[in-house]
């Protein structure tokens, strides 16, 4: 047994022991524990943080379990796990219980009133790292007391707060004469209402920024970046994510001067982007990430063609959900450091060998799981195949083979039946295989899962959500199956 196995199960023991002490406990003895410390004080955060999720994955956490947790030492806290019971009465016991706190999460919690969320600098004055996304309380007042109190902020997530605005940036970062926050380096404002003002403020006030979420965000194109490559300063961005927003090829190609560092691009759904920007892309030395999802004016052919040929080995993860006419082998012969590859919901995919020649033999044919020999997570979902040969072809072309593929997504592709699956499993040889998506596959059947069982020892997931051919009886033999060989398998199904 390995001391991270004795590890997990004394918490378990533990997180038992805590429930079973809640129950007896009467409210008098709630005050109680409101006002004097627990007894887990010598555990650190890991081991509290890990002990807090036990009982929330077992659905058995009572305020009571925060009270007598929670300690003076704990540095580091994600209390998203427990969003439904954290109220502005907890987070005011964190602020005197927890002083020094550097890292916490308060994702979801969205019982939290703008109020509470004022009072974290007053009370918590170590935080370097916070986390307010779906909080929908939180303001532009509530960032005009972080920009003040937290100077050193170094981590800023605010995801899915509809109330934040252009305001809310001017009052975090401030001016030149009364310059507030200037250490971020990872910001996320997603799905609010900032503008192309707020993003450009941003990135001329924090040069230490290296990551910026800005999907779904109001900006309305007027060359985002243009402002900051007039400066002619060069930014050390490494990450940006402008998916669903009115961004144009300039301002992308404004980015890419002004951030020669970028190392992952996300531009999904960006109507106004089109194959120009691929040229711009194309000059990033450092790229690993590019996701152009949903882009309906890149087509892959000659547009995405053309960039793989001259960028395409930089590559570790590609995203072309939603485009048509996909050649795998162009992916397989010039790609060849990918690592996560997903066409979710792509039409008309040609599944075509990789024709490589060696010393030894000429016209070697490769899958382009074996031409991209690092690939661990390819998504096929509800993709559909051309027409010029069977579906078996197809995936025998992309899948025959392959080496490291340890996730694999086939939900909702049609016409995958039990016949073609077997055959896909059995020349694949994927032994690692970590989790495998079959969900809305309405034609397989069960018998194939239990040769997914027997044959690959690793498999921890699988997911036979909607497979209208398995039946509930199916699957509880199947998990019946796998406590006899005592092997651990999370399987969805509804």
């Not at 019971?85 to 890292?103: E, H, P, W």
Request: aromatic content about 4%; some cysteine.
């Amino acid at each position: 047994m390995s001391v991270q196995t004795l590890q997990r199960f004394s918490l378990q023991s533990i997180a038992k022991d805590i429930v079973v002490s809640s129950d007896n406990s009467s409210v008098e003895d709630f005050h109680r524990y409101k006002y004097v410390l627990g007894p887990f004080d010598g555990l650190n955060s890991d081991l509290i943080q890990e002990l807090l999720n036990i009982i929330c994955q077992k659905k058995q956490l009572k305020v009571y379990h925060l009270h007598v947790l929670l300690h003076s030492s704990i540095k580091h806290l994600d209390l998203s796990v427990c969003n439904s019971v954290i109220n502005d009465q907890i987070l005011n016991t964190l602020g005197y219980r927890c002083k020094k706190l550097v890292q916490l999460s308060l994702k979801n919690c969205s019982r939290l009133s703008t109020k509470a969320l004022k009072q974290i600098p007053r009370n918590l004055l170590c935080i370097e790292s916070i986390n307010l996304s779906g909080c929908l309380s939180c303001t532009d007042d509530v960032l005009d007391a972080f920009g003040l109190a937290y100077p050193e902020l170094k981590v800023l997530i605010v995801k899915s707060c509809s109330q934040i605005t252009d305001k809310g940036i001017d009052a975090l970062c401030g001016d030149d004469c009364n310059p507030r926050c200037r250490s971020l380096r990872d910001v996320s404002f997603t799905s609010t209402s900032i503008t192309s003002y707020g993003i450009t403020k941003l990135l001329l006030t924090q040069p230490a920024l290296k990551s910026c979420g800005l999907a779904m965000t109001a900006s309305k194109d007027t060359c985002i970046f243009s402002l900051v490559n007039g400066t002619r300063r060069r930014l050390p961005l490494a990450v940006i994510d402008l998916s669903y927003t009115s961004v144009s090829d300039t301002s992308v190609k404004c980015l890419c001067e002004a951030c020669p560092l970028l190392r992952e691009v996300a531009i999904n759904c960006c109507a106004s982007i089109t194959e120009v920007s691929l040229e711009y892309i194309a000059t990033l030395r450092h790229l690993k990430v590019l996701n152009i999802a949903g882009n309906m004016q890149i087509k892959f052919s000659p547009y995405v063609r053309q960039f793989l040929k001259k960028s395409g080995n930089l590559l570790e993860v590609l995203d072309l959900s939603c485009m048509e006419n996909i050649d795998c082998a162009v992916i397989g012969a010039w790609c060849r450091s990918l690592k996560c590859l997903i066409m979710a919901d792509c039409q008309d995919i040609v599944g075509n060998y990789v024709q490589e020649s060696t010393a030894q033999e000429n016209n070697l044919r490769l899958s382009l799981a074996q031409a991209c020999s690092k690939l661990n997570t390819l998504n096929l979902h509800s993709c559909k195949f051309a027409e010029n040969k069977s579906l078996l072809e197809h995936l025998l072309a992309i899948l025959g083979d392959s080496l490291e593929i340890q996730k694999l997504d086939l939900s909702g592709i049609e016409g995958l039946t039990d016949a073609i699956l077997l055959q896909v499993i059995q020349s694949s040889n994927v032994s690692d295989l970590r989790s495998i998506n079959l969900s809305r596959c309405s034609e397989v059947s069960v018998e194939p899962i239990y040769v997914l069982i027997d044959d690959f020892k690793s498999l921890k997931h699988l997911n036979l959500c909607h497979c209208q051919n398995i039946s509930l009886q199916d699957v509880e033999n199947l998990r019946k199956k796998c406590r006899g060989c005592g092997v651990s398998l999370d399987i969805e199904w509804l």
